[in-house]
Nanobody, 120 residues
Framework: QVQVVESGGGLAQAGGSLRLSCAAS????????IAWFRQAPGKEREFVAS??????????SYADSAKGRFTISRDNGENTVYLQMNSLKPEDTAVYYC???????????WGQGTQVTVSS
């Protein structure tokens, strides 16, 4: 089972950008679906975006809250997945988690989370 390590969180102003990274540890992301989730204080963890690769075709998927603002991508070496977050809003403030799974509904590996704080 691949392990994941997040990085790249921090503080941004509303309208600004941040890029999160999810690095593979132990093996590559080949054969895995990688997703980003987030959890704001007092709220349940929610899906943000995921990315899967079948052959040479990449299939990204986004929550409605992320569409048009966030972009998920993975490097060709399949060692890192990125979440580019633009036009950030205060409501994007949360701990962001990277997860890896085989089927898109169960996630065998979770990272420790990285804090994203957006000020108004």
């Amino acid at each position: 089972q691949v392990q994941v390590v997040e990085s790249g969180g921090g503080l941004a102003q509303a309208g600004g950008s941040l890029r999160l990274s999810c690095a593979a540890s132990g093996r590559t992301f080949s054969g895995y679906i990688i997703a980003w989730f987030r959890q704001a204080p007092g709220k349940e963890r929610e899906f943000v975006a995921s990315i899967r690769k079948r052959g040479v075709i990449i299939y990204p998927s986004y929550a409605d809250s992320a569409k048009g603002r966030f972009t998920i991508s993975r490097d060709n070496g399949e060692n890192t997945v990125y979440l580019q977050m633009n036009s950030l809003k205060p409501e994007d403030t949360a701990v962001y988690y990277c997860a890896a799974g085989r089927d898109g509904s169960t996630w065998g590996s979770w990272g420790q989370g990285t804090q994203v704080t957006v000020s108004s």
